[in-house]
């Protein structure tokens, strides 16, 4: 089975500082944690692939009626601070494991190693359906 779990960062509520605030010291340990989270998901060969994203503000949003040229466009932007930062791709054996996986995500350390406590949104990857049912 196989799942994407999405990082977001600056939830309300979530008492996690955003990491432009953090200091050099908890954005190394936090980085570190993650690469140490994938390489144990590579060694279990549960890995698919793993990235953090560039933020809302480099986004582009794209619109086509596949008749004319596309619209390009920024924004728009959350009202919140809230950001789609990266996501991890596994492939494991049920919902529970990618759930734990999860969970430990969700325990990375943030500022003075206080685990950052951000939800983890865990879905499972659909194939396409078949063009011949």
Not at 56 to 73: C, E, N
Not at 96 to 120: L, T, Y
Request: with cysteine.
């Amino acid at each position: 089975m196989r799942f994407m779990l999405l990082q977001n960062y600056g939830e309300v509520g979530s008492g996690c500082l955003p990491m432009s605030e953090w200091s050099p010291q908890d954005i190394k340990a936090h980085i570190e944690f993650q690469q140490a989270l994938n390489q144990e998901l590579i060694e279990s060969g549960e890995l698919v692939d793993a990235q953090g994203l560039a933020g809302p503000d480099q986004a582009k949003f794209v619109v086509s009626d596949a008749t004319g040229a596309p619209v390009v466009t920024d924004g728009p932007y959350p009202e919140s601070k809230e950001l789609l930062a990266g996501y991890r791709f596994v492939d494991v054996g049920s919902m529970e494991r990618a759930i734990e996986i999860a969970a430990r995500a969700s325990a990375a350390p943030g500022p003075d190693a206080v685990p950052i406590r951000q939800a983890i949104e865990v879905r499972e990857v659909m194939g396409a359906p078949d063009p011949e049912v």
